[in-house]
């Protein structure tokens, strides 16, 4: 039977707490720098820190355009790491058949900020004192709108949100699409700005973000740690280009790697808890490797969704341990907190590459694993170089939603 094609991705744009652009992330993510600090914005929130995109992001200068006042800051976030991983491609506007470029974004929360705003001028000041531009900014297909306005593309525009697996999930579905021949070229990733005093208080409740009782907010995420007690908000996004091998080929472009499988499932379990025995995860993993015609034993390294919750990490270590002993783990959490909606694309990224640059980096803050960790061969102090072949990238999120992505060396 014919095993359906990877794609070649020929161009990442990153725009995350380890910092703005490809060589900014990757030299942060290799050095394990955790980017956690105290927000003047967040005040008197259960949880005052959180990791925020750097201050030194301007998306009217990034851009060349003005565009931070008609666009929420997710967006923002979306259209810089677009026109980058565009730029990176080889890719202009005028050399694309817009109408088969597909635009594939994830997204848990789209315009928080816009709406938390707007609904404090409700209150304050009345119904007039809301702007005109609430839900253009606000709604949660326009941070893929957008960009399809901006980039000029007219192809199929979507947005996906399965909570945390959404950029995961949303560079599956890209990958469906070229397969499907429904384009020739995809752009797609993920994007979240949630680092708000509603959205802080809400995972607070939820028990979910650490407190840093025993750490201070910079080692305060710790994946797989025997000390790990919750997650760091953040905030952030990637955007992958995808292509087909051979219109790669043609055109002379140079991929990082290529995404040759995707799978994805439901715990139908629980609204925040993964399955205690990682059913849902197990079945997306063998999923994923066998649309890339491997075996899990073939995997040669993990980029593991361990957020720092305990549950969490020690399900998807369970997991590791028995699907995929012979992996290189690691999280980069540690480094950039969780990004939510964009945490699957920004690892995917980081998962293309570790592919590409044969070196996996370290899990910040971990000294000594958690019982169900401690079987794994896990990254820690500093990156590792080595020689593997493929990888996947982990992406689980509350209702059950479960993305994993395979990649192997282009």
């Not at 919750?230 to 292509?243: K, N, R, T, W, Y």
């Not at 015609?293 to 590791?320: F, Q, Y």
């Not at 939510?340 to 640059?357: D, K, N, S, V």
Request: glycine share 12%; hydrophobic share 40%; aromatic share 4%.
């Amino acid at each position: 039977m014919h095993r359906p094609f990877p794609a070649s991705i020929t161009g990442i744009g990153i725009v995350g707490p380890a910092g703005i652009g490809i060589d900014e992330n990757w030299e942060t993510a290799c050095a394990g720098l955790p980017t956690a600090r105290v927000l003047e914005e967040l005040g008197d929130a259960p949880v005052p820190f959180a990791s925020p995109v750097p201050d030194t992001f301007d998306a009217d200068r990034l851009t060349g355009r003005r565009v931070s006042r008609h666009y929420d800051r997710s967006t923002q976030f979306a259209l810089v790491a677009a026109e980058a991983a565009l730029e990176g491609a080889g890719l202009t506007r005028a050399a694309l058949d817009g109408s088969r470029v597909a635009v594939v974004l994830g997204t848990a929360f789209g315009g928080a900020k816009t709406f938390e705003d707007n609904h404090a001028r409700l209150l304050e000041r009345g119904p007039e004192a809301v702007t005109a531009r609430f839900l253009p900014k606000g709604l949660v297909n326009m941070v893929s709108g957008i960009l399809s306005i901006e980039l000029g593309t007219r192809g199929p525009n979507l947005v996906v949100s399965t909570a945390c697996a959404s950029g995961a999930t949303a560079i599956g579905l890209g990958l469906g699409l070229l397969r499907a021949d429904t384009a020739d070229v995809v752009v797609c990733g993920g994007t979240d700005a949630g680092i708000t005093p509603l959205h802080v208080a809400g995972f607070h409740k939820l028990r979910a973000l650490t407190r840093a009782r025993r750490h201070p907010p910079s080692r305060a995420s710790r994946p797989f740690d025997r000390d790990h007690d919750g997650f760091i908000m953040a905030e952030g996004a990637a955007v992958l280009v995808l292509e087909r091998e051979a219109d790669a080929t043609a055109r002379g472009a140079r991929p990082y790697a290529r995404l040759a499988g995707y799978g994805a499932t439901a715990d139908a379990y629980h609204i925040t808890a993964p399955h205690p025995e990682g059913h849902g995860a197990k079945a997306a993993i063998r999923a994923a490797c066998r649309d890339a015609g491997l075996g899990p034993h073939e995997i040669g390294h993990v980029n593991a969704h361990a957020t720092s919750t305990p549950t969490g990490d020690g399900v998807e270590a369970a997991v590791i341990a028995e699907l995929l002993p012979e992996a290189v783990v690691t999280s980069t959490k540690g480094v950039t907190g969780h990004t939510l909606g964009a945490a699957g694309a920004i690892e995917a990224a980081y998962t293309a590459l570790a592919l590409h640059t044969q070196t996996v980096p370290p899990t910040a803050n971990l000294h000594t694993p958690c019982d169900q960790a401690a079987p794994l061969d896990l990254v820690a102090g500093q990156a590792r170089p080595g020689r593997f072949d493929t990888a996947l990238s982990n992406s689980f999120g509350f209702g059950g939603h479960n993305a994993v992505l395979a990649l192997t060396t282009a």
